[in-house]
Nanobody, 124 residues
Framework: QVQLVESGGGSVQAGGSLRLSCAAS????????MSWFRQVPGKEREGVAY????????YYGDSVKGRFTISQDNAKNTVYLQMNSLKPEDTAMYYC?????????????????WGQGTQVTVSS
């Protein structure tokens, strides 16, 4: 079972940047499809960035395309989400998730492991 621990959230002004980290254990770097989701109270969890290591493929939600970048450091078993040009509407709890099969653009049911989340707050 993959275990995930997120970090790096915080408060930032609009236009600023943050980098989220997701430290994973219980798997090797090339065996899990990774994603970052976000959720605000009262709304469904939204997939914002995906990384499939076997083909080094990525996928981004339309709301973050061009501003967010997902990457993986196999040596550290860590997945990152670099978030630039942040907007107030990016405010949410961000979750790291792992799937043992191809996962690009899939919703939460496709993922078997989740982190506890890290809060990102963007002020205008």
């Amino acid at each position: 079972q993959v275990q995930l621990v997120e970090s790096g959230g915080g408060s930032v002004q609009a236009g600023g940047s943050l980098r989220l980290s997701c430290a994973a254990s219980g798997y090797t770097g090339s065996s899990a499809c990774m994603s970052w989701f976000r959720q605000v109270p009262g709304k469904e969890r939204e997939g914002v960035a995906y990384f499939y290591p076997r083909t080094a493929s990525t996928y981004y939600g339309d709301s973050v395309k061009g501003r967010f970048t997902i990457s993986q450091d196999n040596a550290k078993n860590t997945v990152y989400l670099q978030m630039n040009s942040l907007k107030p509407e990016d405010t949410a709890m961000y979750y790291c998730a792992a799937s043992y099969s191809w996962c690009l653009a899939l919703g939460p049911p496709a993922f078997v492991s989740w982190g506890q989340g890290t809060q990102v707050t963007v002020s205008s």
